[in-house]
C-alpha cells in the first residue's frame, strides 16, 4: 500500500485565493512526523511546515496551514492568499520511527500547483 | 542557514561508465541520504547514512553503491552507468532527532 498518497496531479489556483491540496497517509505507527515541501522549477527542495504525530494544534508557518486530521490520516496543506512566486510542485512526506533511530522519510508523487494571475 | 551543495547540476555520462555524484553539508549534520526523483513516482530514497562509514539500504539501492569517509560528505556512485539511471538525484542532511531533512539543489543525470 502507497504511504503518502497525494491524489491530485495538478492544480490552479486565482492569485490571492487560498488553495488545499490533498495528502494521505498510511502508518501503523503511534509517533510520526508528516511534512510539506515545495520544489520550484529550479530543483531544490525547500522544507515549508511540520506535525508530529502528538502534536495537538496544527501546524502554521506564515501563509502555510497544515490540517491534520489524524482520525482520517491526512495532512493537507491550505495556502493562503496565493502568490505568483508558490507556483511549484509540492510534496508530502511521512517520517516514520526507526529501531535504529534515525529517520527514513517517505515522500507522496507530488501535486504540481499554478497560480494564475 | 544549512548548506547542501552537490557537485554538479548537470551531468551527461555514457552508458557503462563509472559515475560519481558529490554532496557536502556544512551544519556538522550526522543523517544524509541520496534520493532520486522520476515524473510520477515522487522521491525515492537509495541510500542513507546516520554515521561515518555507516550506510543503509533505502528503497531502490541496485546499481548504486555510496561512501561516506567524512562526516561532511556523502557520495553516491553508480559503478556501471545505464540509460534507466537517468533522472534527478537529490541528496538531503539532518540532525538526528530533528525532522526536518535539508536538500541540495539536485543533480539531473543524463546517461546516454
Known amino acids: 500500500a502507497q504511504k503518502i498518497t497525494q491524489t491530485q496531479p495538478g492544480m490552479f489556483v486565482q492569485e490571492k485565493e487560498a488553495v488545499t491540496l490533498d495528502c494521505t497517509y498510511d502508518?501503523?505507527?503511534?509517533?510520526?512526523?508528516l511534512f510539506w515541501y515545495k520544489q520550484p522549477s529550479s530543483g531544490e527542495m525547500i522544507f515549508l511546515i511540520y506535525q508530529g504525530s502528538y502534536d495537538e494544534q496544527n501546524a502554521t508557518e506564515g501563509r502555510y496551514s497544515l490540517n491534520f486530521q489524524k482520525a482520517r490520516k491526512s495532512a493537507n496543506l491550505v495556502i493562503s492568499a496565493s502568490q505568483l512566486g508558490d507556483s511549484a510542485m509540492y510534496f508530502c512526506?511521512?517520517?516514520?520511527?526507526?529501531?535504529?533511530?534515525?529517520?527514513?522519510?517517505?515522500f507522496g508523487i507530488g501535486t504540481k500547483l499554478q497560480v494564475i494571475p | 542557514d544549512v548548506k547542501v551543495t552537490q557537485s554538479s547540476r548537470y551531468l551527461v555520462k555514457r552508458t557503462g561508465e563509472k559515475v560519481f555524484l558529490e554532496c557536502v553539508q556544512d551544519m556538522d549534520h550526522e543523517n544524509m541520504f541520496w534520493y532520486r526523483q522520476d515524473p510520477g513516482l515522487g522521491l525515492r530514497l537509495i541510500y542513507f547514512s546516520y554515521d561515518v562509514k555507516m550506510k543503509e539500504k533505502g528503497d531502490i539501492p541496485e546499481g548504486y553503491s555510496v561512501s561516506r569517509e567524512k562526516k561532511e560528505r556523502f557520495s553516491l556512485i553508480l559503478e556501471s552507468a545505464s540509460t534507466n539511471q537517468t533522472s534527478m538525484y537529490l541528496c538531503a542532511s539532518s540532525w538526528t532527532g530533528e525532522e526536518t531533512q535539508y536538500f541540495g539543489p539536485g543533480t539531473r543525470l543524463l546517461v546516454l
Open positions: 512526506a511521512m517520517r516514520e520511527a526507526n529501531s535504529g533511530g534515525y529517520q527514513k522519510v517517505t
Open positions: 502508518t501503523s505507527d503511534q509517533s510520526y512526523g
